[in-house]
């Protein structure tokens, strides 16, 4: 079955600093990956996601995300972080039958002023 | 105003109480999801819906009831609930058959059983 780990439950950067957020997911095929991110209060926003094709993706508010197929990995990536980007991000994997996402435990990312 | 609404926002219940919660969309999304948010766990799914009167089965679906008699509402009931099921509930829910169109999600319900 598909599975979905985010090995980082917080991460605290500095205003201004980069960022990258680690997913590694098990799946058999090519996997359709997502990143979702949740403000305090809030339900889920998409920022991006993959499905095929160019294996870096652009998202919303400066996101990025590469798939890297040998390393399992799509990790989520931002070159400076802004105070409003805290929050917590989810990594997610459509399952085998294409009807259902399994979803990461989640990181909660804190950023210092 | 447009979206998708769940209500209440809080609610608190004892153990063996039936509850429901109340998710409306006003897209005319076909696909709707229930989805429990726990610490450590993400979101796991409870139950979806592909259309009014069809329903089936997540990860997570024992001691949950939903039913789908408009496209627009989508209810989860817990029939008897129990502490286990203090939870955040997310309601979502997606135009066509395929993942290339993004989950659009509720605020959630905060579930307290005590």
């Known amino acids: 079955a598909q599975s979905v780990t985010q090995p980082d439950i917080h991460i605290t950067v500095s205003e201004g600093a980069s960022l990258e957020l680690r997913c590694n997911y098990s799946?058999?095929?090519?996997?359709?990956l997502f990143w979702y991110v949740q403000s305090p209060g809030q339900g889920l926003q998409l920022l991006l996601k993959y499905f095929s094709g160019d294996t870096l993706v652009q998202g919303i508010k400066g996101f990025e995300a590469e798939f890297k197929r040998s390393q399992s990995s799509f990790n989520l990536r931002k070159p400076s972080v802004h105070w409003s980007d805290a929050a917590e991000y989810f990594c997610a994997v459509v399952n085998n039958a294409g009807n259902m996402l399994t979803f990461g435990g989640g990181t909660r990312l804190m950023v210092k002023p | 105003d447009a979206g998708i609404t769940q209500s209440p926002r809080y609610k608190i219940t004892e153990t063996g109480r039936q509850v429901t919660l109340m998710c409306h969309q006003t897209?005319?999304?076909?696909?709707m999801f229930w989805y429990r948010q726990d610490l450590g766990h993400g979101l796991r799914l409870i139950y979806y819906s592909a259309a009014a009167d069809i329903t089936d089965k997540g990860e997570v679906p024992d001691g949950y009831v939903v039913s789908r008699s408009k496209t627009e509402n989508f209810p989860l009931t817990l029939e008897s609930a129990t502490r286990s099921q203090t939870s955040v509930y997310f309601c979502a829910s997606r135009e066509g058959s395929s993942y290339n169109s993004p989950l659009h999600f509720g605020n959630g319900t905060r579930l307290t059983v005590t």
């Open positions: 799946y058999g095929a090519t996997p359709y």
């Open positions: 897209w005319s999304h076909s696909y």
